[in-house]
């Protein structure tokens, strides 16, 4: 009915503005603004595992790394503990600038704060739309990074321990998907390796 109509145009515009924020990126994949390909990306692959979806998991997927680049990675301590610091401060501020996006776009309060929520990942093991989410990000990281970061590691061990702490974090599903994509074939084996630990 109307309403099915406007729910969806309500969706496909709030997708529209996430992609739009993150068209600005200046970090490109296969020429492309990454956070624009890993947004759809993740987007894909929650489509993928659950064709049923609700709308605040699809847009958390897409907005997962909403305007990533503001805030580089290097503007915070070398390491471990400053890497936790700053994929916790982006996660809430991808949650934030979410949150308002969706308000903007017509959403309710609570699909704004549900969607805030999934981003920020609290609730993962124990909420399925929150492991859907960790499943689609995963996935899309194996997909669009995993090359970049065996590059920088310079280290198939630390890559294997890497990917063996991402499978453990996925659900039966996800990691049935992770073994499945189509890697370059040394990738592969390292999943494969981490997938039996």
Do not use: C
């Not at 309500?10 to 970090?27: F, H, K, Q, S, V």
């Not at 969706?102 to 920020?120: C, F, M, N, P």
Request: charged share 25%; net charge neutral.
């Amino acid at each position: 009915g109307v309403r099915d109509l406007r729910a969806h145009d309500r969706l496909a515009a709030a997708l529209a503005a996430i992609d739009e924020a993150n068209t600005a990126d200046p970090n490109t994949l296969a020429g492309q603004p990454l956070a624009l390909v890993e947004g759809r990306t993740a987007h894909g692959w929650t489509m993928r595992l659950d064709p049923t979806a609700d709308e605040a998991v699809q847009l958390a997927a897409r907005a997962h790394h909403l305007r990533r680049w503001v805030v580089p990675r290097s503007t915070y301590p070398a390491g471990r503990s400053g890497y936790l610091r700053w994929r916790r401060d982006q996660q809430r501020r991808h949650a934030d600038e979410l949150s308002a996006l969706l308000v903007e776009s017509g959403y309710d309060d609570a699909t704004a704060v549900r969607a805030a929520t999934i981003v920020t990942k609290r609730g993962l093991g124990s909420d399925p739309h929150v492991q859907l989410f960790e499943d689609a990000v995963a996935l899309t990281f194996l997909e669009t990074q995993l090359a970049g970061v065996r590059d920088k590691l310079a280290d198939d061990a630390k890559l294997v321990d890497v990917l063996a702490k991402t499978l453990a974090k996925m659900s039966a599903r996800g990691r049935a998907a992770a073994t499945g994509i189509e890697l370059d074939p040394v990738l592969a084996e390292l999943v494969a390796v981490a997938a039996e630990r």
